[in-house]
């Protein structure tokens, strides 16, 4: 990442608006600086929000449906839920005092304005940054306009002293050139020609930074005159642009005619990339026989080296990959530039199949070892996976490709995204009616993805369309998954013989289809079942073959749900004894370690559930209590996600949670509850496990307890303590004065104080 450069008094600017205004939107002209300064705002505001600033990025998304999925993604929430995605986010947001930082919002500002509006009237204390080219039209937004860096008048002179005005423009020149011709700096001598680059560049940016590295070749001068020439040649060729449009279009056209012939065919085809991509994708898709123009895998790193060393492209480095990455802007006209070469389609279509091919690669591996590491590099392809996607089922004629990608990715959905997953496959189905095992598949996918959100009135519907289907293509496959869905819906509605049945008719199917992923996952219901209809030992046994399967290939995600079924099965025949007790905690401690490592959060609140079932039976019931603390607040902002549909669960709950508050007695046991609800859920699967959290849990928790004064209010207190005044106070917390003060009043009404030195004392007691 290059050097952030100048800026301060727009920094100021940003943080005295987001003090006034909810939603401030940083607008100017393209390649100006906008997401720079964005995230350098957000970076030195972090600490003014109790709950962090988040940034979105909306450049690479293409369908404006997708707005709260990508927001519900950069926030860390779990969509695992059959209500509307943009209610999960407001539930999410409501009693959060964070800043959202969406990045990027042009090309999408009606529906970016439906979203950020819909979030600011429900949750108080959000503060939104945005940046666009154009004004979001949200009632309460504060636009800052972004200027270009300041730039010397034509006759200004040298400046021979320290004290003389600094230009940022020529500043930010002076970094990037330095960069690439190192000891570069700003002389007597070449003064007036830097100056003139600075003007000519209109101080944009981008432009400067596209204009540096051709001084590893060129002399100040020698650039003053080519920028001359080319902005004379070429500086009429767009004139519906205002000044500055102008003078980044011409200065982009300037380095695209300065590029080879086949760094410019590059510069094109890597426009239809999302985001960042790796030299495969590269290699795959800009690639290729059925375009003659001597672009083969082998020249791409040399390519992609000379685009780098022009500044036309990002290198990125993501632990030992290497990735790339085009700016925006930069994106957008290679992609003008590829719609002219009248080959957009074909490039389009390379990208759809590269991942594609990536999708079907990952599935048929999946069911191994290092399943973390193939789950990682899905979630660094999302925005390629969306685009590619999202062209795949734009029309008729490339619908199929799309239908086979989003069943194929059904474990990527499962493990993460699932409202995004079925939004998809709901599209694919809508899109491609076709007979085909495409579409079983993406129906049994659809109906999986639907139980793992608890919608169990979809799945019938779902499933019945699936086993039509598949009978008519003699598609035993889609039957068996069919069946299983089933079956498991069965076990959460309660029907435990139905479950059994269709668990022992699937297990048979699928281990004769050699299906082991399947097998293992779809395990987890059957042996429950079994268990609780009095058959521990065949539960056992079902479980311990599966958990054996999973061992054998190296597996860990499946692995997990059967350890927690395995433990749950021992509750069958009431509370296990010591020996299962302590087999059954075994099992779970070593879930929660794997569905923490997938950041898998409905597996972990499950684990941590279950484990304080077994921490009652062994008589820890304090800590039991706390982790039901926990599990409660956590599910409470997820409604109806856990334990849906099925009574088992909580009868097993209430007895232990029963058998807790008696142990205990009321007062110790809603205590325990209270500090639960009070960790994160690291701190609660570091506690759960018996190891140290990343910070300390019960110390906040047991004094916030103790206080009548709102996480808000206490942050206030601190800062009056402290000597701030409300007007300090209110800078620091990015919050209007007359907030400040109204905090102050309520603090001092509840604490029954009457002045302000009081209030220190009372914090400094507490």
């Given at each position: ?131 666009s080219r154009h004004v979001l039209g949200v009632a309460g937004e504060q636009a800052l306009w972004v200027p270009p860096l300041p730039v010397p008048e034509r006759d200004a002179r040298f400046p021979a002293s320290k004290g003389a005005p600094q230009y940022e423009a020529l500043t930010l020149f002076t970094d990037r050139v330095s960069a690439v011709v190192p000891g570069f700096t700003i002389t007597e001598e070449n003064w007036a020609d830097v100056v003139q680059i600075g003007r000519r560049l209109d101080g944009i940016p981008l432009a400067l930074e596209l204009a540096a590295p ?300 050699g299906e082991l992923n399947l097998l293992v996952l779809l395990r987890a219901p059957l042996v429950m079942a079994t268990a609780f209809q009095g058959n521990l030992e065949r539960a056992i046994s079902l479980a311990q073959e599966a958990i054996d399967i999973s061992r054998a290939h190296g597996e860990s995600y499946n692995y997990s749900f059967m350890q927690q079924a395995y433990a749950v099965a021992l509750w069958g025949e009431g509370a296990p004894n010591p020996g299962r007790c302590r087999q059954g905690m075994t099992y779970l401690a070593e879930s929660l370690r794997i569905k ?171």
């Open positions: 990442m290059t050097n952030f450069v100048g800026r301060r008094h727009e920094l100021a600017a940003v943080r005295n608006a987001l003090s006034t205004s909810r939603l401030v939107t940083l607008t100017g002209v393209g390649g100006v600086g906008k997401t720079r300064l964005a995230m350098r705002a957000a970076r030195k505001l972090d600490r003014a929000f109790s709950d962090g600033v988040w940034v979105v990025q909306l450049a690479e998304l293409g369908d404006a449906a997708l707005i709260p999925h990508t927001m519900a993604a950069a926030l860390g929430v779990d969509e695992r839920s059959t209500r509307e995605p943009l209610q999960v986010l407001v539930d999410h947001v409501r009693d959060r005092h964070l800043l959202l930082v969406v990045d990027n919002c042009e090309h999408l500002v009606e529906p970016c304005a439906f979203v950020i509006n819909t979030l600011l009237r429900s949750a108080p204390d959000l503060r939104v940054l945005a940046t051709y001084l590893r070749v060129l002399s100040p001068h020698e650039l003053v005159a080519r920028l001359d020439d080319w902005f004379r040649l070429r500086g009429k060729d767009h004139p519906a642009l205002l000044p500055r449009h102008q003078t980044l279009r011409s200065v982009m056209d300037w380095s695209f005619e300065l590029c080879s012939e086949q760094e410019q065919a590059l510069w094109a085809r890597l426009s239809v990339f999302a985001g960042s991509f790796d030299l495969e994708a590269v290699e795959t898709v800009c690639a290729g026989s059925d375009v003659d123009d001597g672009l083969t895998g082998d020249a791409m790193v040399k390519l992609l080296a000379g685009l780098v060393e022009k500044s036309v492209l990002l290198r990125e480095q993501h632990g030992d990959e290497v990735r790339f990455r085009l700016l925006e802007t930069l994106r957008q006209y290679g992609e003008g530039r590829l719609e002219d070469s009248g080959q957009e389609q074909i490039f389009q279509t390379r990208h759809r199949d590269h991942y594609l091919s990536l999708a079907e690669r990952t599935e048929a591996e999946w069911f191994g070892p290092d399943q973390m590491l193939k789950l990682a590099r899905l979630r660094r392809e999302h925005s390629n996976l969306q685009a590619a996607l999202d062209y795949g089922l734009a029309t008729s004629d490339h619908a199929h490709a799309g239908l086979r990608m989003v069943g194929i990715l059904a474990f990527y959905w499962m493990s993460g995204g699932t409202a995004e997953g079925r939004y998809w496959l709901e599209r694919a189905v809508a899109r491609d009616t076709g007979p085909t095992r495409e579409r079983v598949r993406a129906l049994w996918a659809d109906a999986l993805i639907a139980l793992w959100q608890g919608d169990v009135r979809a799945i019938d519907d779902l499933c019945e369309k699936c086993r039509t289907l598949a009978g008519e293509l003699g598609d035993e496959s889609g039957l068996m998954h069919a069946r299983a869905v089933e079956g498991m819906a069965s076990f959460f509605q309660g029907d435990l013989a139905r479950a059994s049945a269709l668990g022992e008719e699937t297990t048979t199917r699928q281990r004769a289809l923490q490592a997938f950041a898998e959060i409905p597996g972990t609140l499950g684990g941590i559930e279950y484990l304080a079932w077994f921490l009652v039976a062994s008589g820890n019931e304090a800590k039991a209590a706390r982790l039901f603390g926990f599990v409660r607040r956590a599910w409470e902002k997820e409604q109806e996600l856990f334990l849906f549909g099925s009574e088992l669960y909580f009868a097993i709950h209430d007895r232990c949670a029963v058998q807790a508050r008696q142990s205990l007695g009321d007062e110790v046991y809603e205590d325990e509850l209270s500090r639960g609800a009070e960790l994160t859920l690291s701190q609660a699967v570091a506690y759960a496990l018996g190891e140290k959290p990343d910070s300390p849990s019960h110390a906040p928790a047991s004094t916030e307890a103790a206080s009548p004064l709102t996480r808000r209010e206490r942050q206030v207190a601190e800062l009056a303590a402290q000597g701030l005044s409300n007007k300090q106070i209110a800078v620091a917390l990015v919050i209007a004065q007359r907030t400040a003060e109204g905090h102050i009043e309520n603090i001092l009404s509840k604490l029954n104080l009457t002045s302000r030195s009081q209030l220190v004392a009372w914090f400094h007691r507490h």
